[in-house]
């Protein structure tokens, strides 16, 4: 079945750097963009980057520069690389797959990410 799991959240100083991995299960690269979205309390919940099936990949503005999505088809896992963190950045990360045939949306539990100034 479809599952996506999101790992490597947590706490880390302004500056400093966490990668987050989402592993995806019967989730085909090919068919799926796959996206990290976030929600900040009291915001709404926001696109932070996309791969698409084809491998290219989009950023929102505020995250151009410091963050990087990756994806190991092999693994079979999508990566978020997050430099320069600023305490902004604070928010419950997800993971998403749009699967671009039946347009329906899978989502992970979400992960935390804490950025202390």
């Known amino acids: 079945q479809v599952q996506l799991v999101e790992s490597g959240g947590g706490l880390v100083q302004a500056g400093g750097s966490l990668r987050l991995s989402c592993t995806a299960s019967?989730?085909?690269?090919?068919?799926?963009?796959m996206s990290w979205y976030r929600q900040a309390p009291g915001k709404q919940r926001e696109l932070v980057s996309t791969i698409t099936r084809i491998g290219s990949t989009n950023y929102a503005d505020s995250v151009k520069g410091r963050f990087t999505i990756s994806r190991d088809i092999v693994k079979n896992t999508v990566t978020l690389q997050m430099d320069s963190l600023k305490p902004e950045d604070t928010a419950d990360y997800y993971c998403?797959?749009?699967?671009?045939?039946?347009?329906?949306?899978?989502w992970g539990q979400g992960t935390q990410v804490t950025v202390s100034s």
């Open positions: 998403n797959a749009h699967n671009s045939w039946s347009r329906h949306d899978y």
């Open positions: 019967d989730i085909f690269f090919a068919i799926n963009d």
